[in-house]
């Protein structure tokens, strides 16, 4: 994988990052896209999606920036942010608005490299035919993009995803607590959540059922995700804390 991004940018660019990153987080920028942002700017994962609206004058104007998704961009806080800091990004646009006429959704699909977007399908120069098969195999074509293992892309598709914290029923809890723990204790002075809820909060997927993929594996997973969060604690960022600050206000 290539050096980090954050390890590319210039002085004023990393001020751009640190001034977003830490800012009171809002519905449009909160603790979740804050911590995915980081993880790609950290070099963990290889790419992201953030999703954003616009509140727009008229559907008129909504029916003209669908067609234009670099200019939905351009007046939009995550578009701009992108921008000043180099990422590769593409705008994508779902099928159909959001229930008022003037609000447009967008998915900001954000890559390390350019040449990750090969992954995605092109939704606009495809033919109606070949859009329709990309449709039905879109779930592993993202999954792919995003760098998800195999086995969580083969559950999503199966719709066989545990539900949140079963995946660490099988792990003793002193074993987490011996692998987790000390990584939390430099995050935390006191820890918001048990180590296995941190955990479950911090995993980027949904773990699939042990027969795809053993709970051991997952928690490897969730270990690197935590020390990720502890470099980000070194380059200034605090998306891990506010996601679990966040994470436990809605408990």
């Not at 495809?126 to 892309?153: C, H, T």
């Not at 479950?200 to 969730?222: C, I, K, N, W």
């Amino acid at each position: 994988m290539p050096a980090a991004p954050i390890e590319k940018l210039n002085r004023d660019q990393r001020r751009v990052v640190a001034q977003a990153l830490h800012d009171p987080p809002t519905d449009l920028f909160g603790p979740v896209r804050r911590w995915q942002f980081a993880l790609v700017l950290l070099g963990e994962r290889p790419a992201c999606r953030l999703v954003s609206t616009r509140e727009l004058v008229s559907q008129r104007g909504v029916a003209d920036l669908r067609t234009r998704p670099e200019e939905f961009a351009r007046g939009e806080f995550i578009g701009q942010l992108l921008r000043e800091c180099g990422l590769p990004f593409s705008v994508r646009f779902p099928r159909s608005s959001t229930g008022n006429g003037s609000t447009l959704r967008a998915a900001y699909y954000i890559a390390v490299t350019a040449e990750r977007f090969e992954r995605l399908p092109d939704p606009v120069s495809e033919s109606p035919e070949k859009r329709a098969d990309n449709w039905m195999n879109r779930p592993r074509a993202v999954g792919q993009f995003l760098g998800y293992p195999a086995d969580a892309i083969d559950a999503y598709e199966a719709n066989a995803c545990s539900g949140n914290g079963e995946w660490t029923d099988s792990i003793p809890e002193p074993e987490i607590d011996r692998r987790v723990g000390p990584l939390v204790d430099q995050l935390y002075d006191e820890p918001p959540l048990s180590n296995g809820a941190i955990l479950d909060a911090v995993l980027p997927y949904t773990p699939p059922l042990p027969s795809f993929g053993t709970s051991d594996e997952h928690l490897r997973r969730a270990v690197r995700y935590l020390e990720a969060g502890l470099r980000a604690e070194r380059h200034g960022i605090r998306a891990l804390r506010d996601r679990l600050a966040d994470h436990q206000r809605h408990q």
